[in-house]
């Protein structure tokens, strides 16, 4: 049976953070693929005033995984539209892949908050949910604070993997880029010429 990742996000824009943990899960567990999946919209970013287009952010991160056959950009969230909610996003991906083990990839500070996303109690059954560690959330929380039943809490925790701790954040990559200061070692090269070339995040200075 493949085993196939799921990684979404905003991707506002993808960032060598990203792609580090995209490895470390394709390496720890085992995946055969990893489909990486820009949100249309977040439900906890609705109204974000800094948000490039899906088009950008899928342009964005076609660039940063051009020539890994592991990572595949899917269009999925971004063709379906409205808010993106990770059990719909599930569910249409079981449909397409039905002999696959499918594997949501998210970050230890998501981890926390995993019991307050729609349907959290439906995905969770849904999936295997994969955790990578990343900076400033490297203390695993107790079962109790997981906010799921504690058969559920133990089976996420079984599965947090050590990423490679590199500090880098989207919202940080804006910021510079509106103070013109350089991204280069921040982001992928193709992902820093894209920024460049159609002018994005940018703001009078």
Known sequence: MRRIGIFGGSFNPIHNGHLLAMQSAVETVGLDKLLVTPCYVSPFKRGAQDMASGTDRMAMVQGAVAGDARF????????????????DTVRQLQARYPDARLSLVIGMDTLR???????????????????????????????????????????????????????????EIRQRVAAGQPIRYLVPPAVEAYIREHGLYQTER
């Open 113 to 171: 908050d995993l019991h307050l996303w729609h349907k959290a109690d439906e995905l969770v059954t849904l999936c295997d949910v994969i955790t990578v560690q990343r900076p400033g959330f490297d203390e695993t929380p107790a079962p109790r604070d997981l906010g799921f039943p504690l058969d559920v809490a133990h089976r996420l925790l079984a599965r947090i993997i050590r990423g490679r701790l590199c500090e880098i954040s989207s919202s």
């Open 72 to 87: 595949e950009p899917c269009w999925v969230e971004l063709e379906r539209g409205d808010v993106s909610y990770a059990v």
